[in-house]
């Protein structure tokens, strides 16, 4: 089984974030990068599937090359080669469009990716990617087996959970508890140096979208307590100033 787990690049959650300028790029400096926390658990997953199945996991980033510590660090995690597309991700369907090019060319039984990622949250790229391979696609995952040629799933819905069956391929994507994060081991982390990483040049796409300019958003106001005697000032506050009565 031929597995695609496509990772994201992304600022660890802690980070604090700032942009330059005018406001209309990221501002790096200083600031750690992690692979997405939902392709974590996708990645975790695709491992799994390799060590029950047999097949291979190929790891898939569309991004510049300063996310290379973290295409390592899935390669040392159990991936068995990754590629790199050479290009700034600019939008979801950009990102899409590249996955699916790349799938074009070599079959894959299985792309896995998480539900979205935690800087743009979109989580539209695993539809797109289905859509542009003709192939179905759900999300969000939360459990995956394979028996022969076919998924069993469980996804998250709207007051409860869904349960499905369906024909390999297929694009997911993924969040806990599909998988447990796994860590590098120093094995791991060795043979990651010598395992295959290709560079190709992203394909043409239209832009269809542009982004203008970023924004923070409004600083937390202060807190005001309010002595559970005084309900009527409460009140007079929640119509006033917070203008939700």
Known sequence: MKILVCITNVPDTTAKIAFVDSDTKLNKTGIQFIIGPYDDYALARAVELKEQHG?????????????????????????????????EPTDSYFVAAQIAHIAQQNNYDLILMGRESIDYNSGVVHGLVGEMLGIPSFSPVMKLDIEGTTAKLAREIDGGKEYLEAPLPLVLGCQEPIAEWKIPNMRGIMTART?????????????????????????????????VEEVEKLITLLRTEAKVL
């Open 55 to 87: 097949g291979t996991v190929t790891v898939l980033n569309v991004g510049e090359a300063e996310g290379e510590p973290q295409i390592r660090k899935a390669l040392a995690i159990g991936a068995d080669d990754a590629i790199r597309v050479n290009a």
């Open 195 to 227: 395992k295959p990483l290709q560079v190709v040049e992203p394909v043409a796409v239209e832009d269809l979208a542009i982004n203008e300019r970023y924004s923070q958003p409004a600083p937390k106001g202060q807190c005001k307590m309010i002595p």
